[in-house]
Structures are given as C-alpha cells and as structure tokens.
C-alpha cells in the first residue's frame, strides 16, 4: 500500500524558466529513458516477483522512489511554463520579432492542453505507453533491462545537465544523475548476488540443454559479403560469458534452408483467381 | 547495402499445422521480445555508431542475421495456417461442437486480414511499434539493452518450445534459443572489450563528476514505512560495480525538498474563476 | 514524495484461479476504466492545481490510494494465473479435448511475456498510452473527467462482479465498487464546494462573455432530416444549467458558410499537374 | 443515414494566414478535445443507447453537428496554410533571418504529407486514435463523459481564442465556444431528464447493494503521512450526493491485506534457476 | 454541412446472433480495412482537394456514405451481441462444458466496456487510429490509395461472408460487396478522367525531370544472390506505363556509395568515452 | 536469407549540415510515405505470396533494395545532425539571438535520445508502427498498395528536395524520386502481366456473383441535399473498368432500412435503472 508526503523528495528551484526547456525536461517524465517507465517497470516485476522475496521488496521500494521522481519533475516542468505567453499579444510584446518561432518551439499541448503544466508525454508531446514495462517473470532478464533502463536515464539527464544554464534546474539534474548512478550500480549488484554473469547465463538459465541446438550456440556469425570479421573477445577463441563455451566465428554465413513456397492460394481465401 | 538468397537462413517444417500456435508464434516476430525489434534495433544502432567501427560492422552483421530470422518465423506462422477453416461450414465440419471457440482461439485477422499469412504483430494482433528500437549514441548502453533484448527474446523462445509438440516447430525454435544465447554473449563480450564493467560503468562514463551529485550516488533508499532493507551486495558495505564507490543505504527516506505549490492561476490561461 | 507498505490496501484471495478471467481481470489495471489511469490522472492533475491547494492535497491523496488499488489488482492476475498451462501437455492433460480453445481464451503473454503475471495492458492485451490522463488544468473540467472516470470504472468493476462466481474475487470487487463510489461523490462534492454547477458553468467560467458568440449558445440543433426534436429538459424553455439563458431548439438546421474552395494546387506542392 | 449540404455550418475566414497557428488549431480537430472525439463518441454512444430512445436521437443529432464542426475547422487550417513556404527559396526570400525557426515551428507534415491542408491529428501531429471514444453502455456515465468532452473542448477554444489575433479565426472560434456552451448545457440537463443527480448516482445505479461493501463507500481516505485531512463538502458530515449516505474521512489509512507473495517461479515457466 | 436521417441506408437483420462474429465484424468497423478508414479518407481529401471542384464533391459524396456504412454495421454487432452471456451463471448455463472457452472466444470489451454494443475497434479490439488516413494533396496518388482501400474493403467483406451462415449477415455483406465494387470503379475512373494512367504517371506528374535522376528511373533491380531475375512485363523491354521510358532489369546490383562512418563521438554528446 | 556489404546503394553528401532538415528527413525513413514501410510491406507480401513464385521473388528483391534505402537516408540524418548545439553554451555562441527558436525546431530527441543520429520515426518524432504494412495475401489488391505506397514515397521525396538547397541532399533525393518512378511502373506492370486491369477487378476477383447484390454494384450515389451529381467517366454510362457493368448514378439516396432501435437494456449490463 502507498502513502505520501506533502514535500518533495529533492527541492526545485528554476531561476529563469523557459519554456522550451520545458518541452524538453518533458523527456524525463513520459519519454522511454524518463520517470513513469522505472516506476511502472519496477512496480511490475515487484508484483510478478517469484523466489527469494527480498528481490521484490528492493523493485518495490525503488519503484517507490521514482514515483518521487516524476513528481519533482514535474514541478520542474511547471516552474519552467510560468510566463509563458497565453495570448498572441503577449507573445508579440516580449518576443518580437521572433514570436512565430517561439509559437513553434513550444509544446503547443502545453498552452493549449495542461494550462501551463507537465503531462506524461515525452519531448516530442508523444504519450507514454505502457509496452515498454519490461516484467518478464525471469529476474536476470529484468535486472539487465533494468540497468538498460537507468543508463538510458542517466544519458537523459546527463544531455538536459548540458541544456540548460539554469542553476536551479543543474542542481536537481545532478540529483538524478546520481540516483541513476546508484539504480544502475543496484540493478547489476542483483545480478552479483544471484551468482554472477556466469551463474546467471544465458538467460534463462532454466532452459534445459536439450531445447538448445548446441551446435549454433557460440559463433559469431559474418553476414557481410565484402567485410572480414570484426575482431574482439567475440572471436578469439576464449570463454564464453556463461562459461559454457568457446567464442568462435563463422565467416561465411550459408542458408540452412528451404525455398519458402506457400504453392496456391485455397478457394475462399479472399485471393485473385490468379494466384488459384 | 542488403543482398538476399532466396533459402532461409534455417528450414522449417510444420507436422501437424495449429491456427492457434500460429497466433502464439506472433509474438517471436512482432512482439517487443521478437525479431522485427532486434533487427531494427541493431541496425540503428549501427547506424549511428561512433567510434571504433569494428562495434559498427558487427552490429550490422547481426542486424542483417535478424532479417533472416524474421523471415523464416514468417514462413514458420504460414505453414501453421495451412488448413485453418476459411467458411463457417468448414469450421463446423472439422471442429464440431467448438467450433466458436476454435472461431475465438484464432487471431481473426490472420483470417480477414492476412489471408493465412504471417503479419507484423505481436501474439495479441497488435503490431510492433519502433518505439522500441533503442539506440542510444551511446554503446555500452546500447549493449545492456541488446543483451536485454536477447534475454528476452530467449525466454520467449523457450516458453514457445515448451507450448508446442510439433517435431519441426521445437526444432527451429532450438535453432532461434542457441542463436539467442550467442547473441547474449557477444554483446557482454562487447563490454569486455571496452574494458569491462568497471570502465564502463556508470553509463555514460563521460559524464563529469562536477556534473553530479555525488552524495547521493551510492546509498540504496529505502522507501518503506514497514519493511527492513533487504540485505545484499548492495548494501554490504564493499566497493560498487564502477569501482568509484562504497554500496551503503538509507533506512529511513526523508522528503529533502519544499511542498510544490503553483499559486493562482493566471488570467487567459483557461482555469477557472475560482482558481484565479 | 512517495512512501509504501509491505502489505496490501486490501485482502485477496482467489479460491479457483481462472486464466481467463485473469484476461478480464486486466481491463481493471490497463484499461481505459482502469486504476493506472485514474492514479495518473489525479497525480496530473495535483501536479498542475493552481489556486486553493486543498484541492490539490486531495487529488494527491486519492492518487495515491488507486496506486494501491493497482498494486492489489496485479495481486489478483497473478492468483488466477497459478496453475495455468505452461506446457501443450499440460494443456493436454488438464483440458482435453479443448485444449486449443484455452490456448486461444488466455492472453498469450500471460504465458509468454510475463511468466504468468500481471502487466499495464486492458483486456485486448493492448498497453495503457498516457493520452488518456486527462488534467486540463480547469479544476471543473477535471472533476467531471474524475467523475466519468469513476463511473467507467464502478461500471466496469460490476461487470467484473457478475463475470466471476469466486468468493474472493467477489469480496475484492465489492471493495472496489464502494470505493468507486466514494470518488464519484467526492468529486461531485468539490464542485459544490467550488459553488455548485451554476457556478462553475459553463467551463471554463473565466472565458470572457465577449468571446462567445451568445446567439449561438442555448438552443438544441436538429440535424435530422426526418426525426423530430427529442424533447425534455433541453428544450422545456427552461433556464439552462448555467443560469445564463434559456433551453430553445432549431428545428432545421441550415449551414451558414461559404462552399469550401481551396482554389488550384500550388506550383512545388506535390500535386497533379491536373490540379495546378 | 447521412447526407451533406455543400456549404459549410459557419463560415470561415482568415485574414492573415498563419502556418504555425495552423498547426495549433489542429488541436481542435484531432486532439483529445477535439472534434472528431465528439463527432465519433456521440456516434457510438448512439449506437449503443438502450432505454428511452429520445437519447439515441439526440446523441445523433449532435454526432452530426460535430461532423460539421471537423469540416470547417478543416478549412481553417488550409487557409491558415496558404502561402506556407513550400521550398528553401520561398523560405529564405520572405522570412530571412529566422528561415530554420520557421521550418522548426511549422508542423512539417503539412508541407511533407498533406500538401497544405489538415490532417486528423493534433497540435503535435498526432493522429487521434479510437481509444478515447467513450461509450459504455451506461447513459449517466456517458453523459458525464460528454460534458467532460464539451469542457475539455471549450477550454481548447478560448485558449485558440486568445492565441490569434486574426479577425476571422476569432469569429469562427466564438462560434465554437457557443456551441461547446450548449452542449454542456445539454448533456447535463439529460441528466436531470433522467431525475438528477441524486437519483442517477451512483453510477451504476443498477448495481445491487449487496455487490457493494458499503462500509467503504462514503469515507474519504487520507494517505498523508503529514498532511492534515483537507476539509470541505466531502468531508461535512452532510449526506453524499447520491443521498445514500454521509460524508465522513478517515485520517489515518491503514493496510488491511496480507503481503503479496507469490512463492516460487514453476519449472518451464522461463524463469531463473535462482527462482525456483 | 452534414445531415441525418433516422433510417439505415440498408436493412440489418440477424437470425442467430453470434458474439465471436460480432467480435470478426469489428474488422469492417475499426479495422484498416474498414469504414471508418474510407470515410475519414475521403472526408480529408475532399478538403484538401485543389483542382477542378467536382472531384472534391465526388469525394465528399461518397464519404457520407461512408459513414452511412459505419452505422448499419455498428447496429449489426449490436445485434449479434443480443444473448452474449452477462454472468458466470448465464454462460455456464447455456454453454457447459465449453464456458471458459466462449469467454475466450468473444472480445471481453464487448461485455466489459461497451455494454454489448459495437466499438471503434478492430477483431483484435485494436482502437482504430487515424494515421491511416492517407490524403497527400496528390489526386492521383490519393485515388490510388482509394482502390486500395477499397480493394481491402471488399476482401474482407467477402471473407466475412464466408465466416457466417446467416442469412441476415450474408445480406448485409452481399450489399457491402456490391458498394465496394462500385467505388472501386469510381475511383478507377477518375483516373480516366484525368487522362488515364500515362498521363498521370509517374505520381507526382509534377515533379520537374531535372529533378529525377533518370539514368535510375527504368530498370527493375535484382537484389538476390542466387535468384534470376522474374520476368514479366517489368523486364520485357517495352515501354513503361508512364510512357516516358523502356523497362529493363540489373540482374547484378553494386553498391554505388561509400561506407558510412561517423568518426569519433563529440564531447557533451553522451556517449561514453571509449567513442570520443 | 539476407546479406549485407559495407558500402552503401548510393553516395551520400551533405555540404552544409541542417538540423531542421534532419528532422524533415526523418518522414522518409519512418514516415508512412518511408522507407521503413516499404521495405516491410513487401517483405511481408512476399513470405504471403501464393501463386506463381515470380511475383513472391520480385518483391523480395526489392524489399532489400528498399533496406538499402532506409540505410543511406539513415546516414543522411546523421550527416545533418553533425554541429547540431549540445549545450546551452554552444546554442547560445552559434544562433544568438534566435536561440530558444533553433532549440525549438530541432526534433529534441535527435539532441537527447539518439545523440545526434537517425530515429525510426517520422518528422514530428513519432515512431513508425507496423500496422502501416498492408500485406493481404491478394495479390491485385497488394499492387495498388504498393503503387500507393511509391506514390507517396515520390511525392515526399520531391518535396523534400524543394525544401533544401544543399547539393548533396538533393543528388540523392533525385536517385529516390528515380527509384520511386520505376516501384510505381514496376508494381503497374504485375497488374499488366496478371491480364490488365479489367481481368483483375474488382478485386478480388475470385468472389462469386452470388455473394454480391449485383443490384448495387455499379451507381454513384449522390448523398449530397444542394449539390448536383458531379458529371465524368464515373456517370457517362460507359462500360465499368472490370467490363461487368456500366456506370450510372443515383442522384437521390434513400435510406432502405429500418430505425436501429436496441430495446430496453439487461439486467446485470451496467446499465442504469432508467434505461431497463
């Protein structure tokens, strides 16, 4: 069950608010590297959680955390939208000559839409959606799309950090620029604690040996008619990460298989008479 | 440039044809697990890949084995179509007396739409959107989300073999759960390449360290009212996976910011009277 | 900033997990009529309150408790998942001879993507998209959307209510539906609070009388060419709801522009020759 | 059935053609508050009306008013579009220094995909998607949806409104604003048709008591951790507006179910090792 | 200016309603395939239509009746939902041993959301979305993507007349069908009209030559390894259907590019520094 | 199975690098008009192809010249996006005083997501969807998709070469309006080699007479109240383009069905009282 305080879990001051950046920040709530989708990723895994139940505890309690987040963006969010222009005369008074263009580099949605207020969509006024919850049941597969997702974060925040000049608003991005450092650091520790790269590879480990057609497992595969190989740990003949194997490549990638022929097409199918 | 052999990577052979399985299959070709998405998302990466162009060349080779698998998963779904009733009359003859539910078991556009061929969705009918393709610019998280996107993808695989007892169907799906598995390792090979995850952590490893906050880089938060922090590497005390820290937590999350409060409303802005 | 329990707003429990009702059971989470959309909506829109902040507190607090809601409801799917075939064998054993039909009544991904779990989707399989979080910015604008929004969801949790004869089900349902209740009277009773209907009518209230085309704003327009003019309420002559005219109707609608003429296609456009 | 008339509802004139005000009004076509929402909701909410069949025909009738309103709003965004640069040149000649700022602020679509002329999509170049047509089956509930549609799109137009200062744009928008006036005015007084609010809440109403755990269903829930309960007409004491009950809070929430817990992951179900 | 008349364009009748066709017949409804599509397309072309007038009338024409096919087939799956089952109990009364497996069958929307009426959905319950719409600006390009749309249109009309045996339903259809032929006549013939496929190809005719790099404008490429090119009318050496050029084929194509490389990552770009 | 080289299909140069023009691009790759769609389109008509092999091969042959496509545009992009400003500092030295303007015109996410390199998705940032792949398994009808589909291919490309005076950018915009040309004439000619148009239509031309009410098969039907039935090859009374009828009009539509009129609503529906 959920509670709430009143503050914020980290201040948000913006000194001078600009209402592009806002456009921008928005990336940080509703895009694929932002807020929403940590909150609901973590919160997914926690309820399909199965095993050892301080896994789900820890999704839990960081899905809780970023809740806090998207909350405190869009305060941010917000704080940048003040005195944005609502009519064409304000816009006209303060911006000429450029007013069409500021007209344009704003989110219009946040005019016309929020009333000057953050939405859960991403820098382009695109929607969050839900399929990119990643909760797949096996916790290995979820703690690497769990480091995806913070390092993605990380990244955002990192190139909003370089945006903007604003002191108040590099205060908080630094703020989670170090949140993210932890949750990627936390993610790959999962994995420490369940083992290791080793012990936990391939993913799922749980498949058995006779539903894998061993032969394919462990080359590179060179697809490319005039390139050589590209060299490295993939090709030179060492371990394999889940210590199964030997790295190998082939370079010359052959077909396997048949011609793919449906033969006609059956009365009814909806088809041309010509393809009968 | 891309070239085509008219054989399948890997050949394909169906015993006993399933409507039903056909629809399960969907999700190896258009679901966020399937092939459309790892074969897109390798060749943006590669696309937009800076920096030594061997990572380049090896993306796009695999982007390029993708293609082939999608290819013939679409057959795979095609051949499982073979037979499905195309009247009512055919339905009732075969199916008697569940023939509403055969009716409902279907993905009905692989009837109405399709004709008995494979589409561009998920096991749900819904089809892939590229808002899944994950390139980042950056490449050690790029890597995370492609071993992510193999993880995936094998589990599905996995749990596809288990939900058939067609001899052809189990086989190629061992075919797709070994390739998944190399997939899995070159990309964490990758990592290794770079340095491993220490050098490469945390992501991005250009971010300045001025740029971020960092006493609050590496205490897991715990953000429940009633529950102790669960005990692991993260919390032990020892160094942490980018080798910049020292694993620590937080037992007790306390709010740091102010409460967010937006004022009045302004005149023009659309609210109400009653807020201004 | 965001605080939890280790345990559940609510009791559950299931006495005979059905897979299917799992599927229906999701249209309470990612459904439109659902829990992520009503959290979402109220922590949007408490986000963007501007004026008297008990509103904002108490949109924040109900936010809060549906994110409660959707927690105990993943809770549920997962219950009704257990025992859900995960092999044709089992399938086969279980359920023969319509073992392709319950193949086809489960949500694949149940099985396939989540490993029997809940995840952010409706009833479809289809992913909950944010566009549906509806905070305007007008406090009396998002009441009505936060009433439709109950009403859609204590329709749907009596729908759910009839589809399910498992006690435990029922007994989490009828928590729901009462708590659904309770919502749509409190947002009811913040529009009397804000003075009642004809005080906050029409919305926004703010929009200035001169921007308003009064000829045009209380009379029912028929645009049937063959029905009479429904009576009642809107057309009694009676004072309408905002206190400011008075209920007519137009029985024969007539268009008042101009025939819509573009003229010819423009050089450089991209059309026809023909058109230019 | 329908039919059409050549001419237009209202007339339409636009004095100063503006592409970026073009992409603004799109809002009102195919945004969430736009237009073809009304259009199609009123549609299939005809559809669907059970009962006295006077609401059919009045949601009818208004279906095809709103038809109306998508047709010369359409107008207006191709007038707004006359003049648009169609190529580098043409940019350059007129509008040197802010040439990228102008090719930034248009909605690129317009030059790219329709030929200067307006798309079902919103100020973002979104398409409207089918999702947010709400229709239930229940008439009180969509009434409430359609008085949330009417506020939602009167807000939207007194905020185009105030975005343009073109004589034109403004007598068309304040013919918009009446019309949005009375359907507000409309669908609430169906609801007092329907006996009001009292009698009509909740919403079902057809729901039996016993489907209910009525002790839940009147009490405001605070989930605060420090914020004090905020007081007003939901929490006086007075009866509730469905007349069922009264008003009261409860200060301090608190869990009344178990921990969720799920225990551990089945063989074949892709999960870890670790899992199970 | 759109009217209404209360009467259907065509008669509905259903013997024996059925809930898994009226799932198959949303298809026709919300499907790419279906009315919606070709009403909204023909609507947004009609106002985007520069150029001789008639053929914007001709388009608005038949747009109206579009949506005049929409109405008689939401009444149409109204229909065939009259009788689904409400409750555990019904369904198991009338449809032991099957139960689960016709809750599978049907759409659960139809029972969950809609009250058993028609949706804006397709089979898959997918919402239709207006991306769809394709109207260019192009009269020739935009009457081709008409007979395809309608070729679409009347395959699926007669693949669900295969689907039922009702005598009411294969009614309805048959009329469907004819409607179908015959638009996909009329837009054929304004192909005619406008001097027939030479004179209108290639789209757009417009294009200046000096724009086409015509040494690329006449040969089919063969893009496989080990396939010869198909013959046909493509590679036959006759004249092209623009009759601007003669058909040829490449049975061996060679890239003409270089290789793409980026170089080395820029500083602030977020990438990590093995790239800089 | 697919194959790569490391050049790409054509040269790409950009003179002087335009992050607005970046953005535009975007619509070519993952536009509808794009290349993304034409390549899966028919790639997934080919793995549908039933009939004679030659058509599955051809489009399959161009399906890789379409990746190929995607691939060089993709380095378009990238090549437009180097020197776009990464920090505040560099936007402000370079653009003053029309900073926040060019902050506003770029596409943010090519700054914040790909770090300055090609997205799937269209030119107002929305990623392409695979529900755009009109694969039908009939093959006259997937012809005319496909000429749709180039149609909008060239007048995109034409477009956008007027929107650039870069000489690179329109040297390779003039090979795709080349290439465009010969997909429209290429895809014309199957229609050719099938026999012609009038031996294809209507499509499909498989559906028995019976199944269509041949009644209503060859009138244009006038649906407008004011406006006369406008005149051309459509009602000359010539012979229709499948050479089964001759083209008429009716220029009064009647209504031929009933009233839809659902009765009164069920018990346990969600409806409310008023309406059972």
Same mark, same amino acid.
């Given at each position: 069950m959920f509670y709430h305080s009143g503050k914020l879990q980290y201040e948000v001051r913006c000194d001078s608010p600009n209402p592009v950046f806002a456009k921008y920040l928005q990336q940080a709530i509703?895009?694929? =590297?932002?807020e929403i989708r940590v909150a609901m990723q973590y919160f997914f895994q926690a309820m399909g959680a199965r095993g050892n139940p301080k896994y789900r505890d820890m999704l839990m309690m960081t899905a809780t955390e970023e809740l806090s987040h998207i909350e405190f963006l869009c305060h941010a969010v917000a704080l940048n939208l003040e005195?944005? $222009? #609502?009519?064409e005369r304000e816009a006209a008074a303060k911006l000429n000559p450029v007013v069409h263009a500021i007209m344009g580099g704003l989110n219009p949605r946040h005019v016309?839409?929020?009333? #000057?207020s953050a939405m859960p969509?991403?820098?382009?006024?695109i929607p969050f959606d839900m399929?990119?919850?990643?909760?797949?049941?096996n916790i290995a597969g979820d703690m690497m799309a769990n480091v995806t997702a913070e390092a993605t974060g990380r990244t955002l925040a990192s190139r909003l950090y370089n945006m903007t000049d604003d002191a108040g608003m590099k205060d908080m991005l630094s703020f989670l620029i170090a949140r993210d450092t932890m949750h990627q650091q936390q993610w790959l520790a999962v994995i420490e604690d369940l083992g290791g790269i080793e012990a936990t590879m $391939?993913? $799922? /480990?749980?498949?058995? !040996? =006779?539903? !894998? /057609? #061993? =032969?394919?497992?462990y080359y590179f595969l /060179?697809?490319?008619?005039d390139e050589p190989t590209p060299q490295g740990v993939w090709t030179n003949g060492g371990p394999t990460m889940d210590g199964r194997g030997t790295f190998t490549a082939r370079d010359k990638a052959e077909p396997m298989?048949?011609? $793919?022929d449906l033969g006609k097409a059956r009365e009814h199918s909806g088809a041309q008479k010509q393809q009968m």
């Open positions: 509703g895009g694929i =590297e932002g005195g944005a $222009p #609502l009519t016309l839409s929020s009333g #000057l969509v991403n820098a382009n006024g399929s990119h919850i990643y909760a797949s049941g $391939p993913i $799922p /480990n749980s498949t058995p !040996e =006779e539903h !894998e /057609n #061993l =032969e394919h497992s /060179n697809t490319s008619l298989g048949q011609k $793919p």
